[in-house]
């Protein structure tokens, strides 16, 4: 038996397969990695974390209650002039129309260069309670180590953060390792897909010392650490100079003592996505989560 297909359906198949089709052009494993930073250009991403929780004292019992949580942030970036830019995390998307009640974040200023951010300056009336901002916006943007991206480079992004204030004395050390490992197409854009392994350590001690009679025994000050790390992979597309997606998995344990007290310990296991949702690949070839939903529930 022979089939055979009229010329509209034929037309319609091959526009159909050419727009899921790579990029034409060279390698992305050859193209010069470096951002693109186009005054008036705005990105959008949007970062999904899933994470669940125990805490014990000394360390959290295994078959312990866990508290699970899901966050969905969603930041933009828009290019000023030269390699200013400014940052700022979206409202959340609630499915009613905005109102003055919604919290919004004031914006923060970047200095980008094509490897990456080189400054960034948070607002003054920043929340202090979200003092880990500034170290997400720098996971939206991997630190890039100039030239192309060849099967088999590594290279290392290193930082140290002091975190003293007026309650508390301590450092933060970060370190990512990223190794290349292919290429491959998102959506019809060519990327290159590096594996990453993070380390994050802190250490902070409290300033203040507990008052005690002589002859009493010394008590430390409070102290509190952190100890974290992440694997997973990044994806950039060298033709654009864009940051496309990253995912990984990873532990943090957090520990925290008052004076004499065993300390509180909490490890969150969790899952992170983030991805870049303003470009076309992403409207021609990628459903939203929230279409997904939407159509299970019709």
Avoid at 27 to 33: F, G, R
Avoid at 196 to 212: A, D, F, I, K, V
Avoid at 264 to 274: C, D, K, L, R
Wanted: proline content about 9%.
């Amino acid at each position: 038996m022979r089939l055979s297909l009229s010329p509209a359906p034929v037309l319609l198949l091959a526009a159909a397969v050419a727009a899921c089709a790579p990029a034409r052009g060279p390698s992305p494993l050859e193209q010069e990695a470096a951002y693109a930073r186009t005054p008036g250009q705005t990105l959008h991403y949007r970062e999904v974390s899933r994470s669940s929780s125990r805490i014990g004292m000394g360390m959290p019992a295994p078959d312990g209650e866990a508290s699970r949580a899901v966050h969905d942030v969603r930041l933009a970036i828009r290019f000023t002039d030269g390699d200013q830019a400014q940052v700022w995390i979206e409202p959340p998307r609630t499915g009613r129309p905005a109102t003055e009640a919604d919290p919004r974040e004031p914006p923060f200023t970047l200095r980008m260069g094509p490897r990456g951010i080189e400054s960034i300056a948070a607002p003054p009336e920043l929340p202090r309670t979200r003092p880990g901002v500034a170290d997400q916006l720098r996971d939206f943007f991997p630190r890039l180590p100039g030239g192309p991206l060849s099967r088999g480079r590594q290279w290392d992004e290193s930082s140290t953060r002091d975190l003293s204030d007026k309650d508390w004395t301590g450092t933060q050390t970060r370190t990512v390792h990223y190794r290349v490992v292919g290429s491959d197409a998102i959506g019809g854009e060519r990327v290159i897909v590096a594996e990453y392994e993070l380390l994050t350590r802190s250490q902070l001690r409290g300033r203040q010392t507990m008052r005690y009679d002589p002859g009493m025994p010394y008590y430390p000050p409070a102290g509190a650490s952190t100890y974290q790390t992440e694997r997973g992979r990044i994806y950039f597309a060298p033709r654009t100079g864009r940051f496309v997606r990253r995912s990984g998995s990873g532990v943090r344990e957090q520990s925290r003592s008052a004076y004499a007290t065993e300390a509180a310990v909490q490890v969150t296991e969790y899952t992170i996505t983030s991805e870049l949702i303003s470009s076309a690949y992403q409207k021609k070839n990628h459903r939203t989560e929230e279409q997904s939903q939407t159509e299970k529930t019709s």
